[in-house]
T-cell receptor
């Protein structure tokens, strides 16, 4: 199935460091979403982006909808232990209003080194 | 308000058996989507139901099917199970009109982890 290219695949950082990850697609998306998944749980929505160029923050998280509509970025500032998990980007295409199909990125696994 | 509820959370089946998974969406959410998550393939879209009708379908064989009831609850069924069907099956619901520009944000359940032996 189709997937977005998400990088990096994994990150090992120290508490307090900033984190950046991104997703790119060969297709144009109308919506970009960023989810976080903890072990044994379903993905939880972090940020939703609806317009090209849009920059949206949620606490220490900031995400941007790329101008080309083919990419998106997520930044986490001053990481804390609870940031550990897998982060997924997801895009929703241009198949019309109400189409629910999301295409997911391959995920970025964030680990915080003590 | 209660989130998306999936049952069972864990189950073990053997090859050739069939399985039915259940999903209760958030109250007021009429769209239910199903995704399969595996380490190798990531999150793959199975299908989406809205008002008891399948509105979108992913690239899965006919062994995978689903339905939605009048109360928006949904079930998915996998027949003639294969080892490769072992996965976390995620259900997500959304309410039409939520969010900007008509985009409907999906809220996921915790998933049903299926192991096929």
């Amino acid at each position: 199935g189709q997937q977005l290219n998400q990088s990096p695949q994994s990150m090992f950082i120290q508490e307090g460091e900033d984190v950046s990850m991104n997703c790119t697609s060969s297709s144009i998306f109308n919506t970009w979403l960023w989810y976080k998944q903890d072990p044994g749980e379903g993905p939880v929505l972090l940020i939703a982006l609806y317009k090209a160029g849009e920059l949206t923050s949620n606490g220490r998280l900031t995400a941007q909808f790329g101008i080309t509509r083919k990419d998106s970025f997520l930044n986490i500032s001053a990481s804390i232990p609870s940031d550990v998990g897998i982060y997924f980007c997801a895009g929703k295409g241009t198949m019309g209003f109400g189409n629910e199909k999301l295409t997911f990125g391959t995920g970025t696994r964030l680990t915080i080194i003590p | 308000k209660a989130g998306v509820t999936q049952t069972p959370r864990y189950l073990i089946k053997t090859r050739g058996q069939q399985v039915t998974l259940s999903c209760s969406p958030i109250s007021g959410h009429r769209s239910v989507s199903w995704y399969q998550q595996t380490p190798g393939q990531g999150l793959q879209f199975l299908f989406e139901y809205f008002s008891e009708t399948q509105r979108n379908k992913g690239n899965f064989p006919g062994r995978f099917s689903g339905r939605q009831f009048s109360n928006s609850r949904s079930e998915m069924n996998v027949s003639t199970l294969e080892l490769g069907d072992s996965a976390l099956y995620l259900c997500a619901s959304s309410r039409p009109g939520q969010g900007g520009t008509g985009a409907n944000v999906l809220t996921f359940g915790a998933g049903s982890r299926l192991t096929v032996l």
